[in-house]
């Protein structure tokens, strides 16, 4: 009996061994997840860019591919793009990819068409690799923003370079929201258009950051194209609610969807604090839902739009000297309650205060 007593005490230390290794293990990734929110949401005041630039070369054209003009972000760049490379006397034409890779491929087809120096993409080099490869062939530079999965160089997709945030630290920051709002209980669905690999790399960091949070639950994983989320995201959200009930955080690749699933959460008369909406580029009308704090949206994830136009004429340029990419890409920004109006939030749009525009000017030499 002594024996059999010690056996089942072991066995029973041995549980409570493994339970308290549960709770720590889940207050390590609670206050993990905390740090990180706090260093995505601070202030981005240091310049990371490059330093030196060659001169630029005047009369060149450049082409934008805009992946969907009905999107904020991807229409904002050929804005910026275009005043940005008006500095240098160059001429930027826009294109509209409207949304499906089968328009892209004709609207790069166009651009080629215009015999430019350069074509500039926000659309998935993947889905494009043909008609890149006969503008290449053709001496046209063409770079990516958000064309790929990773920022960097992409010599396989025929990409000078892709801009853009790191879509796994993006993703990541996410889910740590969630997380650190839920103190790691958070039930999350996850929303992607994989058609973007951007997409496909943000969003299952997301569901990896989840799945690693021992006290967390991943109910959905849903992907399908960008431009059905009108017709897809209003029943999914009403589903998600009959299905898996609240509290419930939904967090997307792109702020666009959320725009679509508000109106089922409020005529499910869903409580704001009970579903907690996350997304990713910094749309404005994101901004907005987050300023007003009762519009469900709780933070964004939020691109420097201006800034990676600026990035993207100054590849160009280097590009155009036979120089290599500069290697910049900007740490990511969590937008949240606290501090929707700072770092060019009071316009709706993420401004970091690093003053790049004067970085970039003093590059090129040329005057603000």
């Known amino acids: 009996m002594r024996l059999g007593n010690l056996a089942l005490s072991a066995v029973a230390g041995a549980g409570l061994a493994l339970i308290c290794q549960g709770a720590f293990a889940a207050d390590d990734t609670v206050a993990a997840a905390k740090a990180a929110v706090a260093r995505y949401a601070g202030p981005q005041t240091v310049w990371q860019g490059p330093t030196s630039a060659p001169k630029p070369a005047a009369g060149k054209s450049i082409v934008y591919l805009s992946g969907d003009e009905q999107n904020d972000i991807s229409r904002e760049y050929g804005l910026y793009m275009k005043q940005a490379a008006a500095k240098l006397g160059w001429k930027l034409t826009v294109i509209d990819g409207k949304g499906s ?3 892209w491929v004709a609207g790069f087809n ?3 068409a ?3 120096d350069g074509i500039a993409i926000f659309a998935d080099a993947k889905s494009l690799q043909d008609p890149i490869r006969t503008a290449v062939g053709r001496n046209i530079t063409v770079i990516g923003l958000h064309a790929a999965s990773l920022p960097g160089p992409q010599p396989d997709l025929h990409l000078f370079v892709n801009i853009q945030e ?4 993006i993703g990541k920051a996410e889910a740590d929201w969630a997380i650190a709002d839920s103190d790691g209980k ?9 058609e973007y690999q951007i997409a496909a790399t943000k969003s299952g960091q997301t569901r990896d950051t989840f799945q690693a949070c021992p006290g967390c639950k991943m109910l959905d994983y849903v992907n399908f194209p960008a431009s059905e989320a009108a017709q897809r995201m209003p029943q999914l959200t009403t589903s998600w609610v009959q299905r898996f009930g609240v509290p419930i955080y939904v967090t997307s ?4 969807d959320l725009d679509f699933a ?4 409020r005529s499910a008369g869903v409580p704001p604090a009970q579903a907690k909406l996350i997304g990713a580029d910094g ?6 839902r987050i300023r007003k704090g009762d519009q469900y949206q709780t933070v964004t994830v939020s691109e420097p739009i201006e800034l990676q136009a600026y990035q993207a004429i100054d590849e160009f340029n280097r590009a155009f000297n036979k120089a290599p990419p500069s290697g910049f890409v900007q740490p990511p920004y969590l937008v949240t309650a606290e501090n929707v109006g700072t770092e060019g939030g009071d316009k709706d749009i993420f401004v970091p205060s690093n003053d790049y525009k004067n970085h970039y000017l003093k590059l090129w030499g040329v005057s603000p």
């Open 101 to 103: 890779p089968s328009n």
């Open 110 to 112: 166009q651009a080629i």
């Open 114 to 116: 215009l015999n430019p």
């Open 166 to 169: 790191d879509p796994r630290e």
């Open 186 to 194: 958070a039930r999350a669905v996850v929303v992607t258009h994989n």
């Open 253 to 256: 690749v792109g702020d666009n």
């Open 262 to 265: 508000i109106p089922s959460l």
């Open 283 to 288: 749309n404005r009308s994101a901004y907005e």
